[in-house]
């Protein structure tokens, strides 16, 4: 009885007592990058780029290429790639945008003559009959916009641009701070490890290594994924003659990172697309039927084959962690929320097993004749 009432406290107190350490820990790096956000966005940033490519700049070494040169051939092939991928997207991407511009006006005026009489007849709502005729509304006065609105937007367009400028500063400081983290990554690593007192560092380094795993099978993965879904949208739309299939392939692919987010967007963009510019008819169900094969082939077949059964972290524990992070640190918050949340998810997997090896959880049973009371 008293044994097993002081493991009971025991295991309790000591739960507390990492709970404190754990909470305060978090508490202090939260306020700390919630207060140097800005700051710590490009160095973030880069120590990310650098954690991606690391195990890829050690494959170079062990071939006997120098790390620093294996590092600047990535860095210069990055660049050779992006430069490619926009010198033959942007140009698709103008002709796209141009052709929506030519066709728009007409797509939108048998829109409006179609949908006009239903919401006059259901709702008592009037639309303007063609662009013509919102301008002149607008220009007559009938319809009236608030000054504080446009106050409110050139302030934003202001802070936008001020914003901006410091974007540039920091997409420049990237390539440079990722150089640098590449070059002593590994030192970083075993630097911080040392840190560790040193009768903790053998379990921390275990524990280091399940977040790796996690890490590496959501991001490294999610990211082959999220490119060759961005391609299979982007071509298929194009072949069935959606206007902006590139854009909407690209957007798609991007925020693919967030399950279910990018699917959402391809079919809905691109099915918006096919309504205004065919209507209902094959083009609309070739959109949907593209759809989900695409759908399949990615659940099937490019996600089991690419990031495989060890990611162990649920698309709804991603999403929240996606938004909480983006809610309170911006991209600051984006870049760090699926670390942090793996590392909370080891923690807490820990923190179970302890749990039920533990006689709070596997009490003894009740001997006879005592009514099973304590």
């Known amino acids: 009885m008293s044994g097993h009432a002081n493991a009971d406290r025991a295991f309790i107190e000591r739960s507390v007592r990492i709970g404190i350490v754990g909470a305060l820990v978090l508490a202090v790096v939260l306020g700390t990058l919630w207060v140097l956000k800005g700051a710590l966005t490009p160095l973030?940033?880069?120590?990310?780029?650098?954690?991606?490519?690391?195990?890829?700049?050690?494959?170079?070494?062990?071939?006997?290429?120098?790390?620093?040169?294996?590092?600047?051939?990535?860095?210069?092939?990055?660049?050779?790639?992006?430069?490619?991928?926009?010198?033959?997207?942007?140009?698709?991407?103008?002709?796209?945008?141009?052709?929506?511009?030519?066709?728009?006006?007409?797509?939108?005026?048998?829109?409006?003559?179609?949908?006009?009489?239903?919401?006059?007849?259901?709702?008592?709502?009037?639309?303007?009959?063609?662009?013509?005729?919102?301008?002149?509304?607008?220009?007559?006065?009938?319809?009236?916009?608030?000054?504080?609105?446009?106050?409110?937007?050139?302030?934003?367009?202001?802070?936008?641009?001020?914003?901006?400028?410091?974007?540039?500063?920091?997409?420049?400081?990237?390539?440079?701070?990722?150089?640098?983290?590449?070059?002593?990554?590994?030192?970083?690593?075993?630097?911080?490890?040392?840190?560790?007192?040193?009768?903790?560092?053998?379990?921390?380094?275990?524990?280091?290594?399940?977040?790796?795993?996690?890490?590496?099978?959501?991001?490294?993965?999610?990211?082959?994924?999220?490119?060759?879904?961005?391609?299979?949208?982007?071509?298929?739309f194009t072949v069935i003659g959606i206007d902006l299939a590139i854009v909407i392939g690209v957007a798609s692919g991007l925020l693919a990172i967030i399950p279910y987010v990018g699917g959402a967007v391809a079919l809905t963009a691109a099915a918006g697309m096919a309504l205004l510019q065919y209507g209902v008819d094959i083009h609309l169900a070739l959109v949907v039927g593209w759809y989900f094969l695409v759908q399949g082939l990615e659940g099937f077949v490019l996600t089991p084959k690419i990031v495989g059964g060890s990611l162990g972290m649920h698309p709804v524990t991603v999403i929240v962690a996606l938004l909480i992070g983006g809610d309170l640190l911006g991209f600051l918050g984006l870049l760090i929320a699926v670390p942090l949340a793996a590392v909370v998810q080891v923690f807490l997997q820990d923190l179970v097993t302890a749990y039920r090896s533990s006689s709070v959880y596997s009490a003894p049973e009740p001997e006879a004749g005592d009514g099973g009371l304590r």
Do not use: H, K, W
Request: with cysteine; glycine share 8%; net charge negative.
């Open 44 to 236: 973030v940033a880069a120590l990310v780029i650098a954690y991606l490519f690391d195990p890829l700049i050690d494959r170079f070494e062990a071939r006997g290429i120098a790390r620093s040169v294996a590092i600047l051939i990535l860095l210069a092939g990055i660049g050779i790639a992006l430069f490619g991928v926009a010198f033959f997207l942007i140009p698709a991407m103008q002709r796209d945008v141009a052709a929506l511009a030519e066709n728009l006006p007409t797509a939108l005026r048998d829109g409006l003559s179609g949908l006009g009489p239903r919401l006059q007849e259901q709702f008592g709502i009037t639309l303007p009959r063609s662009i013509a005729d919102a301008i002149e509304t607008l220009r007559s006065g009938e319809f009236e916009i608030p000054l504080d609105a446009i106050r409110g937007l050139l302030e934003r367009v202001v802070t936008g641009v001020t914003g901006t400028v410091g974007a540039l500063v920091s997409l420049l400081l990237i390539p440079v701070l990722a150089y640098y983290m590449l070059v002593e990554f590994d030192r970083i690593r075993l630097a911080v490890l040392d840190l560790v007192p040193r009768d903790y560092q053998e379990m921390v380094a275990t524990e280091a290594a399940r977040v790796d795993v996690l890490i590496s099978g959501f991001i490294r993965g999610q990211l082959t994924v999220c490119l060759l879904l961005g391609i299979l949208y982007a071509v298929g």
